[in-house]
C-alpha cells in the first residue's frame, strides 16, 4: 500500500482524502494542518497533526500531497515537504511555474525525493494536450478556453487580499471567439479576446470597497488582463448562489496536413465539471502514484506532467494495459 499524507484540509485536500479512499493500492496516513489540530473533523477519520510535525512522520509516509493555495503557500510549502518527502502539488500560476519548478528541483536533488508540480487539469492535462496537439500537427494552432467555470486559484487570491471575508471567481469564455475556433477559421485573439472573469466577493464589515475592486483588477498573472467584473454581495448570497464548484473547459489544436497544407483538423479535448476541486484531487492522487514509482526506482528531482509516463499514473500493471487498453 503507498502511504498518503495530505498537507491542508480545504476543498482540495477533502477531494484527496475522498480520491484516496477510492484507490486500493493507497492509503491514507495523516493530515496535516495549520489550524488547530483538534477543530479538524476528516470524513474518513484519518489522524490528524500540526503541520510542523510533518518532517517527524518522515518514515510513515510515502508521498505527500501538497492542497495549499499557489498564490503564498505551494512556493514555500511544496520545497521546504521536499527535504523530507516525496510530494505532489497543483500549482498553478503559469508565469511562475518555471521559477518553482527550479525551487523544488534543487531540494528534491539534495533530498534524493520525486517532487511532481501543477498537476491538475491546467497546468496538467490540458498541458499535456497541447503538447501532443503541437507534436501531431506542426502547422497549426492552440487555442484553450476555461469555464464557465470557477477558479480554485483566482478565488484564493482574491481571498488573501486585506478586507475580504470570502469570494468566487467565475472564469467565462467568449462565445464568439470560441465559435471561430470550433469552425476552424484560426482566429488570432488575445487574452483579453478569449475570456472575461467575474468576482462575487464577500467583504469585512467597515472594508474599502474600492480599494479591494482596485487591488482584483490590477492583480499581475490573475485579472490584470481580462475584462474584470466585481460583485459585492453578502455571505447569504455567496453560500445561496455560488455555494458549488463547477469548472471545465477546452483544449484545441487546429491544423493542416497534406505538402500544401490542403486538409485541415480540428482537434478538441474538453471537460465538463461539476466539482473543480474533487476533479483536481484525482488527478493529484493517480500522479501520487507515478511519485511512488519513480522513487521506488531511484529517481529523484522535480518532474512536470511531460516527464511522466501514463503507465506511471495506472495502477494495472504494464501488462494489464496492453492487453486491456492498447
Given at each position: 500500500m503507498i502511504r498518503i499524507a495530505i498537507a491542508g484540509y480545504g476543498n482540495l485536500g477533502r477531494g484527496v482524502e475522498?480520491?484516496?479512499?477510492?484507490?486500493?493500492?493507497?492509503?491514507?496516513?495523516?493530515?496535516?494542518?495549520?489550524?488547530?489540530?483538534?477543530?479538524?473533523?476528516?470524513v474518513t477519520g484519518v489522524p490528524v497533526y500540526s503541520m510542523d510535525k510533518a518532517c517527524e512522520m518522515a518514515d510513515k509516509i510515502d508521498v505527500m500531497i501538497l492542497c495549499g493555495g499557489s498564490a503564498k503557500d505551494l512556493p514555500e510549502q511544496t520545497p521546504a515537504m521536499a527535504e523530507y518527502f516525496n510530494v505532489v502539488d497543483s500549482f498553478d500560476t503559469h508565469a511562475k511555474i518555471p521559477e518553482h519548478f527550479a525551487a523544488v528541483d534543487a531540494v528534491c536533488k539534495k533530498s534524493g525525493k520525486v517532487g511532481i508540480i501543477s498537476i491538475g487539469w491546467d497546468p496538467g492535462l490540458f498541458s499535456l494536450n497541447r503538447m501532443l496537439g503541437q507534436a501531431i500537427l506542426p502547422c497549426g494552432n492552440d487555442y484553450t478556453f476555461w469555464g464557465k467555470g470557477v477558479s480554485q486559484g483566482h478565488s484564493d487570491a482574491i481571498r488573501r487580499i486585506e478586507g475580504v471575508k470570502d469570494a468566487r471567481q467565475y472564469t467565462i469564455p467568449v462565445e464568439d471567439a470560441l465559435t471561430k475556433v470550433r469552425n476552424g477559421e484560426n482566429p488570432e485573439l488575445t487574452t483579453r479576446q478569449k475570456h472575461t472573469r467575474e468576482c462575487f466577493v464577500v467583504a469585512e464589515d467597515g472594508a474599502d470597497l474600492k480599494a479591494i475592486e482596485e487591488q482584483i483588477v490590477t492583480m499581475p498573472n490573475y485579472f490584470a488582463d481580462y475584462?474584470?467584473?466585481?460583485?459585492?454581495?453578502?455571505?447569504?448570497?455567496?453560500?445561496?448562489?455560488?455555494?458549488?464548484?463547477?469548472?471545465?473547459?477546452?483544449?484545441?489544436?487546429?491544423?493542416?496536413?497534406?505538402?500544401?497544407?490542403e486538409n485541415k483538423h480540428v482537434v478538441e479535448f474538453k471537460l465538463t465539471l461539476d466539482s473543480n476541486p474533487e476533479f483536481t484531487s484525482s488527478v493529484l492522487v493517480a500522479y501520487a502514484r507515478a511519485a511512488y514509482r519513480l522513487a521506488s526506482e531511484g529517481n529523484s528531482g522535480c518532474k512536470t506532467i511531460f516527464d511522466i509516463a501514463p503507465a506511471y499514473i495506472h495502477p494495472a500493471s504494464p501488462e494489464e494495459l496492453r492487453k486491456n487498453l492498447l
Open positions: 475522498s480520491a484516496v479512499s477510492k484507490c486500493d493500492d493507497m492509503e491514507l496516513v495523516a493530515l496535516f494542518t495549520r489550524r488547530a489540530p483538534e477543530t479538524v473533523k476528516p475584462d474584470t467584473t466585481v460583485h459585492f454581495i453578502s455571505e447569504e448570497e455567496l453560500m445561496r448562489d455560488h455555494k458549488g464548484i463547477p469548472h471545465g473547459g477546452m483544449v484545441f489544436r487546429t491544423g493542416t496536413t497534406g505538402f500544401d497544407n
